[in-house]
């Protein structure tokens, strides 16, 4: 039971462009949110969070957007630049250290 | 200052063959996190540890599966009787004191491949 889903496995977009990466989670628990971004042989990478009081949270070309409603969070990249070009992973927590995370979104921004 | 390291980066193994992975943590870091990342997969939680004591083991698939850790640093994950469905990416994670809700530092992984 996938209680994080990123439905997008890939997405392409051009330079200059948003980028927008989708995340669903089933869990109501869920109050803490994280992007990772991940390049090849690399370990992820902490990019931005967002606690479930907020339904918004900004650090400079990076925004993420929370839904409890829908159980749903977004990440915008504005504006998307080749080295965006990653794999971003999406993770909830229900309040402790442990996180679920998802399955990740390959994103590929063109020149 | 260093990130947190693993070893080796890349492991390939026989069936039925014991493996050690190593784990570094942020030097400070008292939370250390095993993950595993199957292709295809997400990252799946093994075990955290809190200082030297794992008080949640929940995610380790089965009893091949071991960890432990030192001195309140350096980490191994034991896999005893590899089989080709241990073939992931193991990654390692630490967080720094009262980091709980925070961001984990990650290491770039071992590959382990079981032939």
């Known amino acids: 039971d996938q209680q994080v889903k990123q439905n997008s496995p890939s997405l392409s977009v051009q330079e200059g462009r948003i980028s927008i990466l989708n995340c669903d989670y089933t869990?109501?628990?869920?109050?803490?949110f994280l992007w990772y971004k991940k390049y090849p042989a690399e370990g992820p990478t902490f990019l931005i969070s967002?606690?479930?009081?907020?339904d918004k949270n900004e650090d400079g070309r990076f925004t993420v957007f929370l839904n409890k409603s829908a159980k749903h969070l977004s990440l915008h990249i504005v504006p998307s630049q080749p080295g965006d070009s990653a794999v971003y992973f999406c993770?909830?927590?229900?309040?402790?250290?442990?996180?679920?995370f998802g399955t990740g979104t390959r994103l590929k921004v063109l020149a | 200052g260093a990130g947190v390291s693993q070893s080796p980066s890349n492991k390939v193994t026989e069936k039925g063959k014991d493996v050690e992975l190593r784990c570094d943590p942020i030097?400070?870091?008292?939370?250390l996190y095993w993950y595993r990342q199957s292709l295809g997969q997400g990252l799946e939680f093994l075990i955290y540890f809190q200082g030297n004591s794992a008080p949640d083991k929940s995610g380790l698939p089965s009893d091949r599966f071991s960890a432990e850790r030192t001195g309140g640093s350096v980490s191994t994950l034991t896999i005893q009787r590899t089989q080709q469905e241990d073939s992931a990416v193991y990654l390692c994670?630490?967080?720094?004191?009262?980091?709980?809700?925070?961001?984990?530092?990650f290491g770039p992984g071992t590959r382990l491949l079981v032939l």
């Open positions: 030097s400070g870091h008292t939370a």
């Open positions: 967002i606690s479930s009081i907020k």
């Open positions: 869990n109501s628990m869920f109050d803490y």
């Open positions: 993770a909830a927590s229900g309040g402790t250290y442990k996180y679920i």
């Open positions: 994670a630490s967080s720094p004191p009262g980091g709980g809700l925070g961001a984990q530092y």
